[in-house]
């Protein structure tokens, strides 16, 4: 292409010096006139300059050359670049495309040229590569977007562009020249990219929200071991009050068996074993006057009743003969004998069989408990105790009209030297049973035990 420009330039000068001289022979035709001298020096002038001329129109003809070899250049350069190239004018319209740029969207070069590149935009890109444009005609500076565009077959591609205005080959005409690379592989690695940060994300959040769940349950499960241990605290407290007070009750309940053997069953034995000694001795009935045999099996009659009573005291033989139910009724029967002012309303109605063994003294123990606190502090006129089925186990309850007390006053709980409210509760709860307390001053007093079994 250099050659053909050269060839071309020559042939306009050969034809630019016939003018010349054609013109140099009409200015100068009267040169005859002048003298010779004067013709010699003009025509050393002209000769200088010709050659002037010709040395001008040498470095011109180089300078062509040299423009057309750097234009070839540019073009070889446009043509194989390994980007795609675009020329647009201000409506859109391709006007030049380069190999690469034909070759992302398919087409032959040729196919492209004043074609509306919108079409070669994807749907949702549309608003994009309009914004694009618009910025980039407007402000004059490069625009960088990213687009989504699609092929002659259908295919998308993402593409990033870069655009700047040029000026075009009309007057006052501007146009977009822009550079199109394909950014497929790193969109879908920012896809996937994305998509695993909501992954990660999603699985942060599930684990949080797990470390959540498990530190609230650990919270609960930590509120839970507290309110154990202070539970723990609180019955090893009163474990310890109720092992001091059965201690105490344990020593007052031998003193008072000690006093009693001493008091009254010792002193008989003692003065039987006498009058039975001197009788051996003197051979006779009995030495002792207004003593006889007779006073001497009575004696010994009263020790036996007195240490059955006693007995009876520790562990009643009627509960282990006759079962609980005739234990009870007993109980009632020598409550009311010995306790002349209080009347005994009985309601035993439980069934014997179904009772399990090791509850039947905890029944008679409650009961024994609830009874003489009535004895020695209500002041009751009646007494109402029953026992019944329930449909899957048993009930005690124990009222009376007595003066009653205030349930929440600690106080109270032991009722005297006994061990009271705290003893029939400690009874009930080890026996996994329910115990009810309820009372009111000058009312009298309800406690209602249920087991269920």
């Given at each position: ?168 080959k009309e007057a006052n005409a501007i146009q977009l020249r822009t550079a199109i690379v394909d950014i ?101 009935d009995c030495p002792l006057p207004g003593v006889s045999m007779e006073r001497v099996f009575s004696m ?154």
């Open positions: 292409m250099a050659r053909k420009t050269g060839a071309k330039n020559g042939q306009e000068f050969k034809e630019l010096r016939k003018l010349a001289e054609k013109s140099l022979r009409k200015r100068f035709a009267d040169l005859g006139e002048f003298p010779v001298e004067d013709t010699r020096k003009l025509v050393e002038e002209l000769r200088i300059h010709q050659i002037e001329l010709e040395m001008q129109n040498e470095e011109l003809r180089k300078a062509q050359v040299e423009l057309a070899e750097s234009r070839d250049r540019y073009f070889d350069l446009y043509d194989f670049a390994p980007v795609g190239y675009f020329t647009l004018d201000e409506k859109g319209l391709i006007v030049e495309a380069n190999l690469a740029g034909a070759e992302l969207l398919g087409f032959e070069r040729a196919s492209l040229m004043k074609k509306g590149f919108s079409q070669f935009v994807a749907p949702g890109s549309q608003d994009a590569f309009y914004s694009h444009r618009k910025r980039a005609l407007a402000s004059g500076t490069r625009q960088v977007s990213d687009l989504e565009l699609k092929r002659k077959d259908g295919r998308l591609f993402y593409a990033q562009f870069q655009s700047v205005v040029v000026e075009g497929t592989r790193r969109k879908l690695a920012e896809v996937a990219l994305s998509e695993s940060h909501s992954q990660l994300e999603g699985r942060i959040e599930e684990r949080t929200t797990e470390l959540r769940v498990t530190n609230a349950d650990l919270q609960k499960e930590i509120e839970e071991r507290k309110r154990m241990g202070e539970s723990l605290k609180k019955s090893a407290s009163g474990l310890r009050f109720l092992s001091s007070r059965l201690l105490t009750i344990q020593e007052a309940e031998r003193r008072q068996i000690a006093l009693e053997l001493h008091d009254s069953i010792a002193q008989s034995l003692v003065a039987a074993r006498l009058f039975l000694r001197l009788s051996l001795d003197a051979k006779v010994l009659g009263d020790c036996v009743d007195e240490l059955r009573r006693i007995i009876d005291g520790l562990r009643p033989s009627v509960l282990t003969d006759l079962g609980v139910t005739n234990a009870v009724e007993s109980f009632c029967a020598k409550f009311q004998s010995l306790n002349k002012g209080i009347e005994v309303k009985r309601e035993i109605t439980a069934q014997e069989e179904g009772i399990p063994t090791e509850l039947k003294i905890v029944i008679y123990r409650i009961l024994q408990e609830a009874m003489n606190n009535i004895s020695r502090h209500s002041g009751a006129k009646t007494v109402k105790v029953f026992l019944r089925n329930r449909k899957d186990g048993i009930e005690l309850g124990i009222e009376d009209d007595g003066a009653g007390f205030d349930v929440n006053d600690p106080t109270q709980q032991g009722l005297g030297t006994g061990i009271g409210l705290s003893s029939m509760r400690e009874r009930a709860h080890l026996s996994e049973g329910a115990i009810s307390i309820q009372s009111r001053k000058g009312i009298g007093t309800t406690v209602v035990v249920s087991w269920h079994y």
